[in-house]
């Protein structure tokens, strides 16, 4: 059965039960020290949600967290957070958790961080834990394994050297103590350990001793990590590939918990980075593309599906400011077709796969027939062309004749449509290229009339007198075919003239929706206009 699943995360759930846990803990880790972006949604939420769900599909008892990694310092101000230079030493190396919010409202830089995931989150359709390490650690649950830590820190260096072929000397502590004196992590060092206190030096001047349980340290990041699976009792954990190179943190970590705290690995997988061009990827980085800005313009369902029809060892590289965004909206509403035997996949396997990634994907389980559908790129057309707050009913009476909508839209259909022209016209302001927009021009200039058919430009007055009786978008549509066809011009021709008429774009929805859209009259005046 292994090697025919469907979805790759059933291979990953046959291998981590062999571990046979009474309780399987999927876990993704993020230090709050600037923003939460999509790319590490991938890697810490969304993988190990894969295989959560799947266990738990499968009866398994198993639950999913997501450490806040707060005891870490802030290592630098992201860009956009007004710190002013001067400033910036008030903030950098002090604990996420203890320097003050960059904004008012919040009690802690990581407090604020954090709420700008765990505010939008619930919309995801995820069942997180999310845990604070620093509240774990003031809690007392790492106190045990500081003192083994620092009991056995020569041990651990050993094996941090020979896998990682580093040099580091055999004193190292493995902790980092928050100074007394300037409540800062990032600068300083403990030097030594009787069994009770750690002695430590700060770079501030500071020299001091402290106990080093319940919140006076944290333990270095590489032993953190290592104690965080055990004080959790991880099973599985995904990561960036990047840690996953021979010697990296993966190869320490797993020696470190084989050979030092003789405990069993979790299973642990590399995935691949998200490539997202138009958008920066770096938490450390301003205008970012989070969790709330996904959701400005598509649905939380599409963010899920992205995430389940790709395998997570291939990379997902797509752009908000091309055709790709539309592409994987159009990738969805296809699946959402097959799953409801609506349309057919190339080939039975491809079938199968993005039935399972939609059905993973919606939020609510899917019901007996498919959902209202309009397609992400029709929602775009017409949300330029009318208001969906104002036009609402005449939006819907287009959907009527396009065969979107059979009857009018139930509540909940409503709040969908609303929903979809509110992303759609989203997109359309942030991020769509120009050949997406769509509006009535105001005027018609040289370059729109030299790019027209003349022989198309003749016969508009006798469009305009046909077709000002129409009230139907597929009449009109079919009445501007039938002179064009009744003229020698081909309909192609016919309709790239109406659109630059109209729109100054070559291309466009259909045309008889298009003029129904745009208000018939000011339309059939312009086409009269300009019937040469
Ligand atoms: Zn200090």
Same mark, same amino acid.
């Given at each position: %059965?292994?090697?025919?699943?469907?979805?790759?995360?059933?291979?990953?759930?046959?291998?981590?039960?062999?571990?046979?846990?009474?309780?399987?803990?999927?876990?993704?880790?993020?230090?709050?020290?600037?923003?939460?972006?999509?790319?590490?949604?991938?890697?810490?939420?969304?993988?190990?949600?894969?295989?959560?769900?799947?266990?738990?599909?499968?009866?398994?008892?198993?639950?999913?967290?997501?450490?806040?990694?707060?005891?870490?310092?802030?290592?630098?101000?992201?860009?956009?957070?007004?710190?002013?230079?001067?400033?910036?030493?008030?903030?950098?190396?002090?604990?996420?958790?203890?320097?003050?919010?960059?904004?008012?409202?919040?009690?802690?830089?990581?407090?604020?961080?954090?709420?700008?995931?765990?505010?939008?989150?619930?919309?995801?359709?995820?069942?997180?834990?999310?845990?604070?390490?620093?509240?774990?650690?003031?809690?007392?649950?790492?106190?045990?394994?500081?003192?083994?830590?620092?009991?056995?820190?020569?041990?651990?260096?050993?094996?941090?050297?020979?896998?990682?072929?580093?040099?580091?000397?055999?004193?190292?502590?493995?902790?980092?103590?928050?100074?007394?004196?300037?409540?800062?992590?990032?600068?300083?060092?403990?030097?030594?350990?009787?069994?009770?206190?750690?002695?430590?030096?700060?770079?501030?001047?500071?020299?001091?001793?402290?106990?080093?349980?319940?919140?006076?340290?944290?333990?270095?990041?590489?032993?953190?990590?290592?104690?965080?699976?055990?004080?959790?009792?991880?099973?599985?954990?995904?990561?960036?590939?990047?840690?996953?190179?021979?010697?990296?943190?993966?190869?320490?970590?797993?020696?470190? %918990?084989?050979?030092?705290?003789?405990?069993?690995?979790?299973?642990?997988?590399?995935?691949?980075?998200?490539?997202?061009?138009?958008?920066?990827?770096?938490?450390?980085?301003?205008?970012?593309?989070?969790?709330?800005?996904?959701?400005?313009?598509?649905?939380?369902?599409?963010?899920?599906? $992205?995430?389940?029809?790709?395998?997570?060892?291939?990379?997902?590289?797509?752009?908000?400011?091309?055709?790709?965004?539309?592409?994987?909206?159009?990738?969805?509403?296809?699946?959402?077709?097959?799953?409801?035997?609506?349309?057919?996949?190339?080939?039975?396997?491809?079938?199968?796969?993005?039935?399972?990634?939609?059905?993973?994907?919606?939020?609510?389980?899917?019901?007996?027939?498919?959902?209202?559908?309009?397609?992400?790129?029709?929602?775009?057309?017409?949300?330029?062309?009318?208001?969906?707050?104002?036009?609402?009913?005449?939006?819907?009476?287009?959907?009527?004749?396009?065969?979107?909508?059979?009857?009018?839209?139930?509540?909940?259909?409503?709040?969908?449509?609303?929903? @979809?022209?509110?992303?759609?016209?989203?997109?359309?302001?942030?991020?769509?290229?120009?050949?997406?927009?769509?509006?009535?021009?105001?005027?018609?200039?040289?370059?729109?009339?030299?790019? $027209?058919?003349?022989?198309?430009?003749?016969?508009?007055?006798?469009?305009?007198?046909?077709?000002?009786?129409?009230?139907?978008?597929?009449?009109?549509?079919?009445?501007?075919?039938?002179?064009?066809?009744?003229?020698?011009?081909?309909?192609?021709? %016919?309709?790239?003239?109406?659109?630059?008429?109209?729109?100054?774009?070559?291309?466009?929805?259909?045309?008889?929706?298009?003029? @129904?859209?745009?208000?018939?009259?000011?339309? @059939?005046?312009?086409?009269?206009?300009?019937?040469?």
């Amino acid at each position: %059965m292994a090697e025919e699943h469907v979805f790759w995360a059933e291979k990953v759930v046959d291998e981590i039960t062999k571990q046979k846990r009474k309780e399987y803990v999927c876990e993704g880790m993020w230090t709050p020290s600037g923003y939460f972006h999509i790319g590490n949604a991938r890697p810490e939420i969304f993988t190990p949600y894969s295989v959560y769900k799947t266990l738990t599909d499968r009866g398994f008892n198993a639950r999913q967290n997501l450490i806040i990694d707060d005891f870490d310092p802030i290592d630098k101000i992201p860009k956009g957070i007004p710190v002013k230079k001067e400033d910036e030493n008030k903030f950098v190396g002090i604990p996420c958790r203890l320097a003050p919010s960059p904004f008012e409202g919040f009690d802690s830089w990581a407090d604020y961080f954090r709420s700008q995931l765990t505010d939008v989150i619930d919309q995801f359709g995820l069942d997180l834990n999310i845990i604070s390490s620093y509240n774990c650690y003031k809690e007392g649950k790492f106190n045990d394994l500081i003192t083994f830590s620092l009991d056995h820190s020569k041990e651990i260096v050993e094996v941090w050297n020979k896998i990682a072929g580093s040099d580091k000397p055999t004193s190292f502590l493995p902790v980092v103590v928050t100074c007394e004196q300037c409540g800062k992590s990032l600068f300083s060092k403990a030097v030594s350990w009787d069994g009770k206190k750690v002695s430590y030096e700060c770079k501030c001047g500071f020299k001091g001793e402290t106990n080093p349980l319940n919140g006076a340290t944290k333990l270095h990041w590489r032993v953190h990590w290592v104690a965080s699976w055990i004080v959790n009792n991880v099973a599985f954990e995904s990561g960036g590939k990047d840690h996953f190179s021979k010697g990296g943190s993966v190869d320490v970590g797993q020696a470190l %918990m084989k050979e030092v705290f003789k405990k069993p690995v979790p299973y642990q997988l590399p995935t691949e980075f998200v490539q997202l061009k138009g958008a920066k990827m770096s938490g450390s980085v301003g205008n970012l593309f989070g969790l709330k800005e996904w959701l400005e313009v598509a649905s939380p369902e599409l963010f899920r599906f $992205m995430f389940f029809s790709y395998k997570p060892n291939s990379a997902i590289d797509f752009s908000l400011q091309d055709n790709s965004f539309i592409l994987l909206n159009e990738r969805f509403e296809r699946a959402e077709r097959i799953y409801f035997g609506e349309d057919k996949a190339e080939n039975e396997r491809i079938e199968a796969k993005l039935k399972n990634a939609y059905s993973l994907a919606v939020i609510a389980k899917p019901g007996k027939k498919i959902p209202l559908q309009i397609p992400y790129s029709f929602a775009v057309q017409l949300s330029q062309l009318l208001n969906p707050k104002t036009d609402f009913e005449k939006i819907t009476g287009l959907l009527k004749q396009t065969g979107h909508l059979t009857q009018n839209p139930s509540a909940e259909e409503k709040k969908k449509l609303l929903e @979809l022209f509110g992303r759609a016209a989203s997109w359309v302001e942030k991020y769509a290229p120009e050949k997406y927009k769509l509006s009535f021009i105001e005027k018609v200039s040289e370059k729109e009339i030299s790019a $027209m058919d003349e022989t198309a430009r003749k016969v508009l007055p006798g469009v305009v007198e046909k077709i000002s009786s129409l009230d139907s978008a597929k009449e009109i549509q079919t009445l501007i075919y039938e002179i064009a066809k009744a003229n020698n011009i081909p309909p192609k021709q %016919m309709f790239k003239t109406v659109y630059l008429a109209l729109t100054g774009k070559e291309f466009g929805p259909r045309a008889g929706l298009l003029i @129904l859209a745009l208000g018939k009259k000011r339309c @059939l005046n312009r086409l009269k206009e300009l019937g040469a």
